[in-house]
Nanobody, 114 residues
């Protein structure tokens, strides 16, 4: 399955963005879809994940500000991000839990100015 992220951009602190991950095939049977991010000079880190049944998990920095959702019928996964701050500046990647490991998109850049 191929994953394509969109929705990134340049925003000011306090603003919101909605990222979208479009999959080339059905995601209905993919157990977990997730968003990761890689900040400048840092390792890639999990942001949030969502199971096929809708159960979600958030990292501490995302909980309460970010919302992950999936539309299995449309093969889409979204990440709604609110109250963004400069520390959220990163490349955001969509990931799929596939049989042979994680599948990745190419990422979308999010830049938050102070």
């Amino acid at each position: 399955v191929q994953l394509v992220e969109s929705g990134g951009g340049l925003v000011q602190a306090g603003e919101s963005l909605r990222l979208t991950c479009a999959a080339s095939e059905s995601i209905a049977n993919i157990p977990v879809m997730a968003w990761y991010r890689q900040r400048p000079g840092r390792q890639r880190e999990l942001v949030a994940q969502i199971a096929s049944g809708g159960l979600t998990k958030y990292e501490d920095f995302a909980r309460g500000r970010f919302t992950i959702s999936r539309d299995n019928a449309a093969n889409l996964v979204h990440l709604q991000m609110r109250h963004l701050n400069p520390e959220d500046t990163a490349v955001y990647y969509c990931a799929a839990d596939l049989d042979d490991g994680l599948g990745w998109g190419l990422g979308t850049q999010v830049t938050v100015s102070s």
